[in-house]
């Protein structure tokens, strides 16, 4: 009778054993599952407006160089300065020549201890694209160079652009839409940030202990 019984314990043990291996195996499954779909990152994009705003900025970028690049084609047909008129142009074109790299930085949104203030409150820097643009304009038709008439196109052009921007930058800023750039921001890296965290290990659970054959039977 002694045999019998510990035959049949022996075989809840093992029947026990084979089903806790087959729950463990089952567990280390979904796991694994639970891992793959939490490695498939979702698309965080921007929004329509924020793209706006990027575009907007990458236009002003692109404008500030071609404008310092302007000045940099009326410096070859400049001669040393001689008279006080000539300093004064040379003055002009270096003055446009620096603010046209700040304003490149301005946009990229570095150094902006270079930058300074100025630059980076939106109204306040549309009024110096503006004034940049009215003096790239004045120093091409009050001190005309014997330039192509494909340059004087180039830098007309340009500058006008640069000054529409700065009519933008000016109005948006009064609007208050650097605010509203910079909640657009927050919520996009709030986004990112939120998914970066919720990408938590997942913990595997310790090897289950099994009870003694006399809890079993």
Not at 3 to 32: A, H, P, R
Not at 120 to 125: C, D, E, K
């Amino acid at each position: 009778t002694s045999e019998s019984g510990d035959d049949e314990s022996v075989g809840q043990w093992s029947t026990y054993e084979k089903k806790t291996q087959q729950e463990q195996q089952q567990m280390q499954l979904e796991i694994q599952a639970q891992r793959s779909k939490s490695q498939q990152k979702p698309a965080i994009s921007r929004t329509c407006v924020h793209m706006l705003f990027i575009s907007y900025s990458g236009l002003a970028f692109i404008s500030a160089i071609l404008l310092g690049v302007g000045q940099l084609i009326g410096f070859k047909y400049k001669e040393l300065p001689t008279t006080l008129d000539q300093v004064l142009r040379y003055f002009i074109s270096i003055f446009l020549l620096v603010m046209s790299g700040l304003s490149a930085l301005s946009e990229l949104e570095v150094c902006p201890c270079l930058v300074g203030r100025l630059l980076t409150l939106w109204a306040t820097r549309g009024l110096i694209y503006m004034f940049m643009a009215f003096l790239s304009i004045y120093q091409l038709e009050m001190h005309a160079a014997p330039k192509t008439d494909n340059e004087v196109q180039f830098i007309r052009c340009m500058s006008y652009i640069f000054g529409g921007i700065g009519v933008g930058y000016t109005v948006m800023g009064l609007i208050c839409f650097k605010s509203i750039l910079d909640r657009i921001r927050l919520d996009y890296h709030s986004r990112k940030h939120g998914y970066k965290t919720s990408e938590k290990p997942i913990e595997t659970p310790s090897d289950l202990t099994f009870g003694s054959s006399e809890e079993i039977v």
